[in-house]
């Protein structure tokens, strides 16, 4: 950790400075090229569906690229905040179920959760215990028994409560409110759990921090697939309403494409501000921190204060992207939240965009995403030549196929990040330090 | 007494084989971490890769145990353990040598172990498919029913879990005796006490590394075969085992093989009686409580589905209160 990372040289072509951004213009001129190209071999609202899908996951790349870019800190678990923001849409947005309201049930499941802030109050004080003169030992003892015990009695309550729920009702249903709502209710839980996390990790090494989100967003999306009461488990929910009119009212394509501004509009916005971020002290004082802790600690600055502050607008980020992306595909489905689509695709998009550009993470989403969208169909032609050859030669015959040709795009996945780290660490596009002598 | 032999039989006898499968898993990851300085992210999909391996060549030679009336597996564990410590050796190789003599960041290189993770993924589900399988091909598991007189229920072990005990216990064993006596051994453990100074005094670190993959892609071996003997074979289990074998190790004390050892049972032990329903202990003692206190048929801690919350909290409390773990890791 002491050693300066030889990933940023200080002789970057930085100091020669082109009149002209050749590279970005070339590398964003191909992009274009290419989503002509599926525009005009797939057609239009197909084409259009890919680049909201393409836009959603920026949202996502973005918040990745301040917490890994600017800060150093590597967020593995960029699913389980894109799956709490889809619930949060969904929950918001999706219409009031009139017989859970009409039922007692409401009341007793106010009642269980006032009893668990009850229960931790009660357990909270307990810890206190030691200020009026009670021995440590004896305190902890209790606490841990009164934690337990609590735990237990609201835990049965709870079964009980959601059991009724389940089967009398089926699930609590939504809000009905405006969807925009939901989007920032989920990325303010998405930051609330990025704080938890962080408050316990960053001060930690990196590595910790890894397994902690890789955890809690297996933990996120258990409690999702798992809580029928709330989400309606694997039963799941649809049609999501959208902010802006149906494809029912107005056709797929114009839809689509309302809902393209919507994202683009957030897009510019974030965009704008994280660019602000970045050249401001703040930004500066957060290169510092990631580049050599020890000597912006010797400088006054506090680190795990700021780290903690990225973390959370990061996740912040994920959340609000994860509401966008679930609201669009207007379907709630918490096992469609997987590992390989909605953490390790945004991580690709990153580095190979470039971590700690903007404009480079931008690029990097939209060209993974069209890239990942074209490779399903790519790999299956490829799979199923193979296959072709290999009955042919050996007698080959594997089953269900096509899931197989999928997997295939997890090897892909996986080579490209190895790849990218070892031949292009810094990303196509990579982050501009600037200089001044 | 019925109730102490269900306690038994489906806490202690359960609790034993999930903490020997973690302990195996997480004294591998603690040696690559001490050796290498890198939490590596791949070691449960190296787990799945030799379990493959074993049930293709189980598939293969169905009946190659059969003279010595163990399961095929078993025998063809040494074989499977060879394949996946080359795999190791060879990732190592052809990925993280380069990462490692550009001088990267640590958290680099987890990125790349997660880079391989997602490799070795693809590789397993696009030969193995997703479904489960038995390893025990053409065979059954036996059963043994262990009689205590005076209790009707008995003590029930199954073939596998009595192999995986002596297994365990032969590993632990073995690799014990070969840190403290073998040259290699005391060469290893040098090198992750300084590997500067172990370099000077004229150690091959390079062989050291070698070595290094190939304990862990053995270890990983060993404890995947256990696990898919004792339960089956599933494909998708990576980002499940990961969390409680990083738990394991990080209680135990980053870089501490023995901590790893005791980490990996208190968090096998700590899964196992959280998802334990105790209101079954209880029972004998219904008819003396008081009508008041009436209780739930359910007294489990969490569900069997949130399992995954157990080492996770675990993770959480060692973080907080002992970031170095019981036995004191080395580096934080």
Redesign the interface.
């Known amino acids: 950790?002491t050693?300066p990372?030889?990933?940023r040289p200080a002789s970057s072509a930085t100091s020669t400075r082109h009149a002209l951004p050749i590279r970005e213009l070339a590398l964003f001129g191909g992009l274009a090229l290419v989503v002509l190209t599926v525009f005009a071999t797939m057609g239009p609202a197909y084409s259009t569906r890919m680049l909201v899908e393409a836009s959603c996951y920026a949202i996502l790349a973005l918040g990745l690229t301040i917490q890994w870019g600017y800060a150093?800190q590597?967020n593995?678990g960029i699913m389980g905040f894109v799956a709490l923001g889809g619930f949060s849409a969904t929950f918001f947005s999706i219409p009031v179920n009139h017989a859970f309201w009409a039922s007692d049930l409401p009341g007793r499941l106010g009642w269980v959760l006032l009893a668990m802030v009850v229960v931790t109050a009660i357990v909270f004080g307990i810890s206190r215990l030691d200020r009026i003169g009670v021995p440590k030992l004896l305190r902890t003892i209790l606490a841990i028994v009164a934690g337990l015990v609590g735990?237990?009695v609201v835990?049965?309550w709870l079964?009980s409560v959601t059991g009724d729920i389940e089967s009398q009702v089926e699930f609590i249903g939504g809000l009905g409110l405006p969807v925009w709502l939901g989007w920032i209710v989920g990325g303010a839980l998405a930051g609330g759990v990025g704080y938890f996390i962080g408050h316990?990790?960053l001060g930690?090494?990196?590595?910790?921090l890894?397994?902690?989100t890789?955890?809690?967003a297996?933990?996120i999306k258990?409690?999702l697939?798992?809580s029928d009461w709330l989400t309606r488990g694997t039963a799941t929910i649809s049609p999501l309403p959208w902010p802006v009119p149906d494809p029912g009212e107005v056709g797929f394509l114009t839809a689509r494409a309302l809902y393209l501004s919507v994202t683009v509009v957030m897009i510019a916005v974030i965009f704008f501000l994280l660019h602000r971020a970045y050249h401001a002290p703040w930004g500066r004082m957060i290169r510092a921190i990631r580049d050599n802790e020890v000597s912006a600690a010797a400088m006054g600055k506090s680190i795990n204060r700021r780290r903690q502050e990225i973390f959370v607008f990061g996740c912040i980020l994920m959340g609000i992207g994860g509401a966008v992306l679930t609201s669009f595909n207007g379907l709630f489905d918490p096992q469609g939240y997987l590992?390989?689509n909605h953490t390790?695709l945004v991580?690709v998009m990153v580095?190979l965009g470039g971590p700690g550009n903007n404009l480079g993470t931008l690029f990097g989403a939209v060209l993974v995403y069209v890239i990942w969208i074209m490779s399903g169909p790519m790999a299956l032609a490829v799979m199923h030549a193979i296959v072709a050859l290999g009955s042919h030669w050996f007698d080959w015959q594997p089953?269900?196929l096509d899931?197989?040709a999928l997997?295939?795009?997890?090897?892909?996945?996986?080579?490209?990040?190895?790849l990218v780290?070892?031949f292009a660490?810094r990303g196509l596009i990579p982050e501009k330090v600037a200089h001044h002598n | 007494m019925n109730e102490l032999i269900y306690f038994f039989n489906y806490v202690v006898v359960a609790g034993s084989v999930t903490g020997c499968i973690y302990a195996i898993g997480a004294v591998g990851v603690t040696l690559i971490y001490s050796i290498l300085r890198?939490?590596h992210?791949a070691h449960a999909d190296m787990m799945t890769l030799g379990t493959l391996a074993v049930l293709l060549l189980t598939l293969a030679f169905p009946h190659a145990g059969d003279p010595l009336g163990l399961p095929t597996a078993i025998v063809m564990l040494p074989v499977a353990m060879a394949f996946t410590s080359l795999v190791a050796v060879g990732i190592d190789r052809a990925?993280y040598q380069?990462?490692r003599s550009?001088?990267?960041?640590?958290?680099?290189m987890?990125?790349?172990s997660?880079?391989?993770?997602?490799?070795?993924?693809?590789?397993i589900?696009?030969f193995a498919?997703?479904g489960s399988q038995n390893l025990y091909v053409d065979a059954r598991k036996e059963i043994f029913r262990i009689d205590v007189p005076g209790v009707t229920r008995p003590i029930i072990l199954t073939e596998p879990q009595v192999i995986l005990f002596v297994i365990t216990i032969v590993a632990v064993v073995g690799l014990h005796l070969f840190l403290t006596r073998a040259r290699l051994g005391k060469a290893m453990r040098a090198m992750s006490d300084n590997p500067d100074l172990a370099r000077a005094s004229g150690i091959n670190t390079r062989l050291i590394i070698t070595l290094t993959w190939v304990i862990a892609g053995s270890l990983a071996t060993i404890a995947g075969t256990l696990l898919s003997l004792d339960v089956a074979f599933k494909p998708d289990l990576s980002?499940?085992l990961?969390?409680p074998i990083?738990?394991a190790a990080?209680v135990g004390g980053v870089g501490h093989p023995y901590g790893a050892i005791a980490g990996g049972f208190l968090v096998g032990f700590a899964e196992t009686l959280a998802v334990f329903n105790w209101s079954v202990l209880l029972r004998p003692l219904r008819d003396s409580l008081p009508t008041w206190l009436e209780l739930?048929s359910?007294?489990a801690?969490v569900?069997t589905?949130?399992k995954?919350?157990v080492?996770?909290f675990i993770?959480?409390a060692v973080?907080?209160w002992r970031?170095t773990g019981i036995f004191k890791g080395k580096?934080?």
């Open positions: 950790m050693a990372s030889p990933q150093g590597f593995a735990y237990l835990i049965s079964r316990i990790c930690l090494r990196s590595d910790y890894v397994i902690a890789l955890g809690i297996e933990i258990a409690f697939k798992n590992p390989l390790f991580l580095i089953g269900n899931s197989r997997q295939a795009r997890v090897f892909v996945i996986g080579l490209l990040i190895l780290l070892r660490p | 890198f939490a992210f990925f380069p990462l550009h001088g990267v960041k640590p958290i680099v987890v990125i790349a997660l880079g391989v993770t997602l490799m070795l993924q693809g590789l589900r696009l498919g997703t980002f499940f990961l969390l990083f738990a990080i739930p359910n007294l801690l569900g589905e949130y995954i919350v080492p996770f993770l959480v973080l907080i970031p580096v934080i």
